[in-house]
């Protein structure tokens, strides 16, 4: 008797779980927000000194997406103000942007996990690691995993930018190496 009420308890558990990821099958928009840390291109070497102050890169991303789902295959575009904190030399340098992610993915288990990728579009509005007259925007891009439950969504991204797009900031402090944006983003998301 233990056995089939346990084998029910978790066909209905599976069941209800398959059903809320169904939710986030369908196509629409939501708001999505989290955080994001920077590493300006040098994880390993950050890695140190995360131990120390691990708030130091931390920045904040907020923004709307739309989602087109097709079959198994979905394409989601977003527009996000993104934060970003850097550390340079224990100098904090903050930039703002507005970006662009247009990702193409994979819904995985119906759609409870996703695995994406794409490229962004990046359109600077404050960089305080540039002083002078620079391009406004810049191009990269994002590829991650997502899980879906209900009209609740969470994300965790890789974002960097392209190889053509390198800023030599160390020459300025230090006089070598060069510097890209390079970060983790968490994110949560809500469907309407």
Same mark, same amino acid.
């Given at each position: 008797m $233990? *056995?089939? &009420?346990?084998? *029910? &308890?978790l066909l209905l558990a599976f069941m209800m779980v398959v059903q809320l990821a169904n939710a986030q099958t369908g196509s629409g928009f939501g708001i999505k927000g989290g955080l994001n840390y920077n590493s300006n291109g040098k994880y390993f070497k950050d890695a140190e000194a995360i131990w120390g102050d691990p708030l130091s890169n931390l920045g904040y991303h907020l923004g709307l997406f739309g989602k087109v789902n097709l079959g198994p295959v979905f394409l989601r575009p977003e527009? #996000? %103000? *993104?934060?970003? @904190?850097?550390?340079? @030399?224990? #100098? $904090? &340098?903050?930039t703002q942007r507005l970006d662009a992610p247009i990702l193409v993915g994979l819904n995985l288990l119906g759609s409870l996990i996703s695995v994406s990728a794409g490229p962004s579009i990046h359109y600077y509005l404050e960089d305080e690691l540039r002083n002078y007259d620079f391009e406004k925007f810049n191009a990269g891009y994002q590829f991650g995993i997502g899980l879906s439950l +209900?009209?609740? +969504?969470?994300? &965790?991204? %890789?974002?960097r930018v392209l190889n053509g797009q390198t800023i030599d900031i160390d020459n300025v402090f230090t006089g070598q190496g060069d510097f890209r944006f390079q970060q983790l983003m968490l994110g949560l998301s809500w469907k309407f």
């Open positions: $233990k *056995t089939v &009420l346990r084998s *029910t &308890l527009l #996000n %103000y *993104t934060q970003l @904190n850097s550390e340079v @030399n224990s #100098n $904090k &340098l903050r +209900g009209r609740a +969504g969470l994300d &965790l991204r %890789y974002e």
